[in-house]
Nanobody
Framework: QVQLAESGGGLVQAGGSLSLSCVAS????????MGWFRQAPGTEREFVVGISWSGVRNVYADSVKGRFTISRDNAKNTVYLRMNSLKPEDTAVYYC??????????????????WGQGTRVTVSS
């Protein structure tokens, strides 16, 4: 079992930056691939970025490439999402997720077994 708790959301102007954190409980965090997803009102939850358990492999959605950066610190059981050059269309609730299975970083929400409660990001124009 892994429990996840996000923090760091808030209100920012377009072009600004925010950093999100996700702290995991459980001793097996370091063996999980991790992902960030987001969901805007009236839309499906979508993949944003994922990171392998080792931190070596990252996969980004095209919409955030070059603007968002994922990283993790297994010693702190934490995964981070740095968001730069934010746009109004980045407005959503952001969720941290963990995939306990071996293999490559997966990009659909159905591939992740554990979820945080979400943190809201609002980007004003």
């Amino acid at each position: 079992q892994v429990q996840l708790a996000e923090s760091g959301g808030g209100l920012v102007q377009a072009g600004g930056s925010l950093s999100l954190s996700c702290v995991a409980s459980g001793r097996t965090f370091s063996f999980h691939n991790m992902g960030w997803f987001r969901q805007a009102p009236g839309t499906e939850r979508e993949f944003v970025v994922g990171i392998s358990w080792s931190g070596v492999r990252n996969v980004y959605a095209d919409s955030v490439k070059g603007r968002f950066t994922i990283s993790r610190d297994n010693a702190k059981n934490t995964v981070y999402l740095r968001m730069n050059s934010l746009k109004p269309e980045d407005t959503a609730v952001y969720y941290c997720a963990a995939d306990s299975r071996e293999g490559d970083v997966r990009t659909t929400r159905y591939d992740y077994q554990y979820w945080g409660q979400g943190t809201r990001v609002t980007v004003s124009s």
